[in-house]
């Protein structure tokens, strides 16, 4: 079955510190990445997808299909980065159409 | 472009009744899901409509229903509410029918005493 795994449910991290957001993946299928971010008081949204292979306000991530993984990272945090990360897993459901999971969410704490 | 809107924004109701929530998605979208977020269990899949039908179902009891309209809004029904569905209801549409992006409302706060 297909499922994705945030281990952390909390993650605190001085400004300045680099940042490494975890998220595995379990699918047999060829599986499509994302990361959607909520700010507070702001509604969820796309931070990246796997495919864009893009850096959004200095943050990566690499599919890395040996490790089923997926992890976020930021080589310097900001106190604006504070917000709760999903990762999410797309895939091609048995109606033939594509659903979306996600993990269960790490909270990201930047200290000043 | 308008977003997502969802109404209510907030909900209290008590064991026992029903509850219907409002989604209109943004112009031009004809996918619209329904996630259930909770801070233990993160977002779990309710269901999807596209185009009037229904073409994803999570693992939700038949208690939770929805529909879709021929203007793509989309109404979710809770019947028998439970003090266990108390949770903030995300709604998220997207343009075509692959899901390639979400967009999502802020949600509708439903609290059940």
């Known amino acids: 079955a297909q499922r994705v795994t945030q281990p952390e449910k909390l993650l605190s991290v001085f400004k300045g510190a680099p940042v490494e957001l975890k998220c595995n993946y379990s699918?047999?299928?060829?599986?499509?990445l994302f990361w959607y971010v909520q700010y507070s008081r702001q509604r969820l949204q796309l931070l990246l997808r796997h495919i864009s292979r893009e850096s959004i306000k200095g943050f990566t991530a690499d599919l890395n299909k040996g490790e089923t993984s997926f992890h976020l990272k930021k080589p310097f945090a900001q106190e604006e980065d504070s917000a709760m990360y999903y990762c999410?897993?797309?895939?091609?459901?048995?109606?033939?159409?594509?659903?979306?999971?996600f993990g269960t969410g790490t909270r990201l704490k930047v200290l000043a | 472009k308008a977003g997502v809107t969802q109404t209510p924004r907030y909900l209290i109701k008590t064991r026992g009744q029903q509850v219907t929530l409002s989604c209109s998605p943004i112009s031009g979208h004809r996918s619209v899901s329904w996630y259930q977020q909770t801070p233990g269990q993160g977002l779990q899949f309710l269901f999807e409509y596209f185009s009037e039908t229904q073409r994803n179902k999570g693992n939700f009891p038949g208690r939770f229903s929805g529909r879709q309209f021929s203007n793509s809004r989309s109404e979710m029904n809770v019947s028998t509410l439970e003090l266990g569905d108390s949770a903030l209801y995300l709604c998220?549409?997207?343009?075509?029918?692959?899901?390639?992006?979400?967009?999502f409302g802020s949600g509708t706060q439903l609290s059940v005493l």
């Open positions: 699918y047999s299928g060829s599986p499509e």
């Open positions: 998220a549409s997207s343009l075509g029918d692959k899901n390639e992006k979400l967009f």
């Open positions: 999410a897993l797309r895939h091609l459901s048995n109606s033939g159409t594509y659903k979306y999971i």
